[in-house]
């Protein structure tokens, strides 16, 4: 079936004598004259090829793709991802908190990170957008109004400028510095938000020497290349929403395995989006053959959450950290934190 796709990251397609094919070179319809031969499957985009590597060759009118599928970087390698075999769960945004906590409401501050790490959270989810003068503070939003009932984007304001904008009108917004430094044990999933967060993002991971225990996301492929580029292999990463669709969508093992295997150790998913069903048995196996997790956000519903364990996902990210917490008890695989 004729289709085109993008992946997050680059890589080449050559023809059997190793002349490289460009975009121009590439059609998206089975059974389309190539070179003299038929392709079977092309992956293109818009600028420029993103697809596996394959070998192509004429044979009696037909084309006939092998793939070099590479060594999979896997979630299991990583000791971000280490809890004894057991689901990991993430307070989404420092977690909405029990009714009556402290924390309650507070998403992104320290009250509300406090609140999961009481409860014996050993993850937690955070944001981080970059101010003017770049520092980096975990905040979801571009704009305060939501959060802080303060007007402005965090990009145009110095962080001096921050200080006023209080969570809920209670809570100062944390820098990231304070947020590792207060928890140092703690392992924290960022999603970089902006492209002006990534190298103060960068920066940061190294002068807390937190390789082992951040986990960094973004829907930009973009972000994620640069990310990657300035960290290396030594900090765990999640797929873009380019990657994500990949894995949903490519039709085979081999495929995913070449398009995939080397970039990222988790799939962070919403059940669904929009009317496409993302996070199903057949999704789940096909990120599990390549040796990531899939984490699954944002899951508030008791039954939601068992439905989804059944499944066999890796991760649930909630606000309601209570919750999520009882559930995992009942089914005896709660960690709770060493403190």
């Not at 977690?95 to 014996?120: C, M, T, Y």
């Not at 002006?196 to 920066?203: G, R």
């Amino acid at each position: 079936m004729p289709f085109a796709f993008s992946l997050d990251h680059h890589a080449e397609l050559r023809t059997r004598d190793e002349k490289p094919l460009t975009s121009r070179a590439l059609v998206h319809s089975d059974s389309t004259p190539l070179l003299g031969g038929h392709l079977c499957l092309a992956l293109r985009t818009s600028h420029r090829v993103h697809a596996a590597r394959l070998v192509l060759w004429d044979s009696a009118r037909r084309a006939d793709i092998s793939l070099r599928v590479p060594r999979l970087l896997r979630a299991v390698d990583h000791p971000y991802f280490d809890n004894d075999g057991l689901p990991l769960a993430f307070a989404h945004r420092g977690g909405g908190a029990p009714n009556g906590h402290k924390g309650a409401g507070l998403e992104n501050s320290l009250a509300a990170f406090q609140a999961a790490v009481d409860l014996g959270y050993r993850y937690v989810e955070t944001d981080v957008q970059a101010t003017r003068d770049g520092v980096l503070v975990a905040f979801h939003d571009a704009t305060l109004e939501r959060v802080t009932g303060t007007v402005g984007r965090i990009r145009d304001l110095e962080y001096d400028d921050l200080r006023h904008a209080l969570i809920a009108g209670r809570e100062p917004i944390p820098t990231l510095d304070l947020v590792l430094a207060t928890w140092p044990q703690l392992r924290v999933n960022i999603d970089a938000k902006t492209a002006t967060a990534v190298a103060p993002l960068a920066a940061t991971i190294a002068r807390h020497r937190a390789w082992d225990r951040v986990c960094v996301a973004s829907f930009s492929p973009r972000h994620l290349r640069e990310m990657r580029r300035l960290l290396g292999p030594r900090v765990a990463t999640a797929y873009s929403a380019v990657g994500v669709a990949a894995l949903r969508l490519l039709p085979a093992h081999r495929l995913r395995a070449q398009a995939l295997g080397r970039f990222a150790q988790a799939a962070q998913v919403p059940v669904r989006h929009g009317h496409l069903r993302i996070v199903t048995p057949t999704f789940i196996d096909s990120a599990h053959r390549l040796g990531k997790q899939v984490h699954v956000w944002t899951v508030d519903s008791a039954d939601e959450i068992a439905r989804l364990l059944d499944m066999g996902v890796d991760a649930i990210m909630t606000d309601r950290i209570d919750v999520l917490r009882t559930t995992y008890q009942s089914r005896g695989i709660w960690r709770e934190a060493r403190t």
